[in-house]
């Protein structure tokens, strides 16, 4: 059975400095992974994703992922954090086959302190 | 206007009553899909639609049903709400024929049983 898991509620940085969101999933075959955030009173909106081919993505406001099959694990990072950063953001898998059912992890909430 | 519309965006209500969160969606999306989020547990699926004739169980689906009135338009209902129903309901579309599909949500509709 497919599952995400991020293993911190909350992460704190300071802005300017690099911040990492962890993710490991497990899924049957080949994952598609991907990275939502949501802040306050809205909806979630789409990060980045993998699908295939270079182990590092890039997205939305600055954010990549690092894709790393050997750990299961699709980290988010950005260099430099901003204060508007903040916000809780979710790591989600996708079998590339079969059900083709999303699973989230649990949220993990970033805390950019000026 | 939004692409996925949710109503009603708050509902407060007692326990045993009937309720029907209503979705709405312009992305000319085959895929729907309702999900449940509480604190602490991320997003759990509580229904998927992959076409109008086609619906299926998530992960929660005990107390919830659902109606596909057309391909646009993905009703959730509480037949016999509980307070354990609490909580903040997603709606989301994708695409099929985008491949690794992103999810598209609405903002929310929040339901509080008292």
């Known amino acids: 059975a497919q599952s995400v898991a991020q293993p911190e509620d909350q992460v704190n940085v300071a802005e300017g400095n690099p911040l990492t969101v962890k993710c490991t999933y497990s899924?049957?075959?080949?994952?598609?992974l991907f990275w939502y955030v949501q802040y306050p009173n809205r909806g979630l909106q789409f990060l980045l994703k993998?699908?295939?081919?270079?182990?590092l993505v890039k997205g939305s406001y600055g954010f990549e992922a690092e894709f790393n099959k050997s750990q299961t694990s699709f980290h988010l990072k950005k260099p430099s954090a901003l204060v508007s950063d903040s916000a809780l953001y979710f790591c989600a898998v996708r079998e590339s086959s079969g059900t083709y059912k999303y699973i989230f992890g649990t949220g993990t909430r970033l805390k950019v302190l000026a | 206007d939004a692409d996925v519309t949710q109503t009603p965006r708050n509902r407060i209500t007692k326990t045993g009553k009937r309720i029907m969160l209503e979705c709405s969606q312009t992305k000319g999306h085959d895929r729907m899909y309702w999900y449940r989020q509480d604190p602490g547990l991320g997003l759990r699926l509580i229904y998927y639609s992959f076409d109008v004739k086609d619906i299926n169980k998530g992960e929660i689906s005990d107390g919830y049903s659902v109606s596909r009135q057309a391909q646009a338009k993905f009703s959730l209902s509480l037949e016999s709400a509980i307070p354990n129903q609490t909580a903040l309901y997603f709606c989301a579309t994708s695409d099929r024929q985008a491949g690794a599909n992103v999810l598209t949500f609405g903002a929310g509709s929040r339901l509080t049983v008292l």
């Open positions: 993998y699908i295939t081919g270079d182990n």
């Open positions: 899924v049957s075959g080949n994952p598609y």
